[in-house]
């Protein structure tokens, strides 16, 4: 089981920023490719974005140009800068590793983002 360890979700209000992040093994965190997910109540999780090895990104259409993936390899961390929030971002944000054939579905305890006025 690959443990995830998600922080830095809270309250913020519409147009505010947040910054998540993600700690797991260091096996993990240099061999796969990692990704944010969310799910809001009564909704499927979805992806968000995702950031390989190589440093490359992508960004489901509804985050792009707001939120923005990074990764520190000396402390084995995945970030999820989130600027421009709107109360539609309100979820409880997950992240995940992907092998090269599928994504592991081992999830955290996630980190909530409520975005309202």
């Known amino acids: 089981q690959v443990h995830f360890v998600e922080s830095g979700g809270g309250w913020v209000q519409p147009g505010g920023s947040l910054r998540l992040s993600c700690a797991t093994s260091?096996?993990?965190?240099?061999?796969?490719?990692m990704g944010w997910y969310r799910q809001a109540p009564g909704k499927q999780r979805e992806m968000v974005a995702a950031?390989?090895?190589?440093?490359?990104?992508n960004y489901a259409d509804s985050v792009k140009e707001r939120f923005f993936i990074s990764k520190d390899n000396t402390k084995n961390t995945m970030y999820l800068q989130l600027n421009g929030l709107k109360p539609e971002d309100s979820a409880v944000y997950y992240c995940?590793?992907?092998?090269?054939?599928?994504?592991?579905?081992?999830w955290g305890q996630g980190t909530q983002v409520t975005v309202s006025s």
């Open positions: 950031i390989d090895n190589g440093g490359r990104t």
């Open positions: 260091a096996v993990i965190f240099k061999n796969y490719l």
């Open positions: 995940d590793a992907h092998d090269g054939s599928a994504w592991l579905d081992s």
